[in-house]
Every structure is written in C-alpha cells, then in structure tokens.
C-alpha cells in the first residue's frame, strides 16, 4: 500500500514545488516505486520542475473526467524512473477532494510513495490536497511570515487524521545562522513543535536546474533530500548540518568573501 505524503505550507514560494520534485529523484533513486501528483490546479508547475511540461498530453481533470485512462496521463522522468501526473492547467474547482482521493485509491498498490504538491493557502486546494494524504510535510522557510503561516497550516492538519506530519527547513543559509543573524533549522522545528525530517540549504545549484528541470547532483541541497528519502523511508532523523562548510578558518573567508559580493 502507498504511503500518500503532502507536501504543504500555506505560504508560497517557499519550496514545496522543488521538494516534491527532489524527494521523488532520490526515493524513485532508492529503487522506491514512486508517484508524484500536482494538485497545484491553475498555478501548476510541478511539470516544469521536472523538465516535463513539453510531454504532457492527459492531465488529472481528463483522468477525473474519464476521457482517457488514469495511466494514459502518467508521465515518466526518464533519468529517475519517477512517474507523474500532471494537473489541470485550468483552475479546476469542480474537482472535489473526493476524486482526487478515489483517483489515488486506484494507484495504492502500484506505488510505494505518492507525493502530492499542494497549492498555497489553506483554502479548498488544501483541503483537496490533504484529504487525498494519509502524512503531511509542511515547508517553510526561515522568515517569519513563512514560519507563522507554517505554525497556521500544521494547527489545521491537527484537525485531520494523519498518521504523520514533520517539518522540512527549507533556504537555511548557514553563513547567517553561524554569525547569529537567522535562527537555526532546530530552532525553527522547536517552535513549530513537530519533528524535523529535512534541513535544506540555500543552494543556487536549486535555481540553476529548476531552469530546465535538471536532476540536482552532488550539490548540498540534493544530500539534504537524499537523508529526507532515507528518514522516510527507514524512519531514521538523520538532518543536513547547514552550517556545515560556514566554520573553521575556510568557512570565515567564505563568510567574508559572500560579503563583499
Ligand atoms: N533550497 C533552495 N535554495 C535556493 N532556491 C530555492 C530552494 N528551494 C526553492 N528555491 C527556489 O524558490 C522558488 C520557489 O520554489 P517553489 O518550489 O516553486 O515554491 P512553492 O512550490 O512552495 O511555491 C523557486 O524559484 C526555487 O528555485
Ligand atoms: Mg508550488
């Protein structure tokens, strides 16, 4: 049986589109059968994420709307083995939480992880979104506003049964937290009060491939994801250190050096 995790944060732009996309590489990479769906409706990009947007043909309203089959819509990323099911590219309010949830029932044995992309706010498309997930990662970033609307969305996931729901520290900039000017990725996960399954940090090397939906390889970020597939998977707390490279004699001239530009 699947485990169906969304991926969630009520404030957007802070990662829940690139995690989704770089925790499905690196489970898919551990051999786990894996589903991504865009629950995004309207403001989708999940697809581009992935390099994918040129294929798509079916979408999730053609599955719900039975003008083709659930896996004529499938999408694989070819380098990874990952599937997907692209959203509507239309702002598809008919399609209510019961759909989606009975569209993903007909997937439970075929995959071992789906992971649904939830669209900002805590509105219907929320609602939609978490219904169809049995666990909740909910995204946020270091900045307040994001850490608020965080604390918001994991009070409501409270109102719903879900066998488990962690934080991912997403944008940590270690240079920040180690001169004392940005709270930590623990700290963080201690006032939100639920367990920590990711820290990611600040990687350009995220901006540069989200241009063309490249795979992430050997770039901080990407181990970050890779130890969040393995707590998952293994049910491990194994947590990147983004402080790492940003102490000793080296990490000061970096820290320096990142000043002066
Ligand atoms: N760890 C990171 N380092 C640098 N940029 C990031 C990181 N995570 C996300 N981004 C950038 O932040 C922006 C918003 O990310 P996205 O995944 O679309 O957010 P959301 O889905 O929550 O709206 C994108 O431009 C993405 O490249
Ligand atoms: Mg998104």
Same mark, same amino acid.
């Given at each position: 049986?699947?485990?169906?995790?969304?991926?969630?944060?009520?404030?957007?732009?802070? @990662?829940?589109?690139?995690?989704?996309?770089?925790? =499905? &590489?690196?489970?898919?990479?551990?051999?786990?059968?894996?589903?991504?769906?865009?629950?995004?409706?309207? /403001?989708?990009?999940?697809?581009?994420? *992935?390099?994918?947007?040129?294929?798509?043909?079916?979408?999730?309203?053609?599955?719900? !709307?039975?003008?083709?089959?659930?896996?004529?819509?499938? *999408?694989?990323?070819?380098?990874?083995?990952?599937?997907?099911?692209?959203?509507?590219?239309?702002?598809? @309010?008919?399609?209510?939480?019961?759909?989606?949830?009975?569209?993903?029932?007909?997937?439970?044995?075929? $995959?071992?992880?789906? *992971?649904?992309?939830?669209?900002?706010?805590?509105?219907?498309? $929320? #609602?939609? +979104?978490?219904?169809?997930?049995? %666990?909740?990662?909910?995204?946020?970033?270091?900045?307040?506003?994001?850490?608020?609307?965080?604390?918001?969305?994991?009070?409501?996931? @409270?109102?719903?049964?879900? #066998?488990?729901?962690?934080?991912?520290?997403?944008?940590?900039? =270690?240079?920040?937290?180690? %001169?004392? &000017?940005?709270?930590?990725?623990? !700290?963080?996960?201690?006032?939100?009060? #639920?367990?920590?399954?990711?820290?990611?940090? %600040?990687?350009?090397?995220?901006?540069?491939?989200?241009?063309?939906?490249?795979? /992430?390889?050997? +770039?901080?970020?990407?181990?970050?994801?890779?130890? /969040?597939?393995?707590?998952?998977?293994?049910?491990?707390?194994?947590?990147?250190?983004?402080?790492?490279?940003? &102490?000793?004699? $080296?990490?000061? /001239?970096?820290?320096?050096?990142?000043?002066?530009?």
């Amino acid at each position: 049986m699947a485990r169906r995790i969304v991926l969630t944060s009520g404030k957007g732009g802070v @990662g829940k589109t690139t995690v989704c996309a770089a925790l =499905g &590489r690196a489970l898919a990479r551990k051999r786990k059968r894996t589903l991504l769906v865009d629950a995004d409706f309207g /403001l989708n990009n999940l697809d581009v994420a *992935l390099g994918m947007e040129s294929r798509v043909v079916y979408d999730i309203h053609d599955v719900a !709307e039975g003008r083709c089959g659930l896996s004529a819509a499938l *999408l694989t990323d070819d380098a990874s083995g990952l599937k997907l099911l692209p959203s509507t590219r239309v702002d598809c @309010g008919r399609l209510s939480k019961n759909v989606l949830a009975s569209i993903l029932a007909r997937v439970d044995d075929d $995959f071992d992880f789906v *992971l649904i992309d939830c669209p900002a706010g805590i509105d219907e498309g $929320f #609602h939609r +979104a978490v219904c169809a997930a049995d %666990e909740a990662l909910v995204v946020t970033t270091p900045q307040p506003g994001a850490i608020r609307d965080a604390d918001k969305v994991l009070t409501l996931l @409270g109102t719903y049964r879900l #066998h488990a729901v962690g934080v991912i520290v997403n944008r940590v900039r =270690g240079d920040l937290v180690v %001169e004392g &000017r940005c709270l930590s990725a623990d !700290e963080i996960a201690d006032v939100l009060g #639920h367990p920590a399954m990711a820290y990611v940090p %600040e990687d350009d090397a995220v901006a540069i491939c989200g241009q063309t939906g490249a795979e /992430l390889s050997y +770039a901080p970020s990407m181990r970050a994801m890779s130890m /969040l597939a393995d707590n998952l998977v293994d049910g491990g707390r194994k947590l990147y250190d983004c402080t790492d490279g940003y &102490r000793g004699v $080296f990490g000061r /001239l970096k820290m320096f050096l990142r000043r002066q530009i």
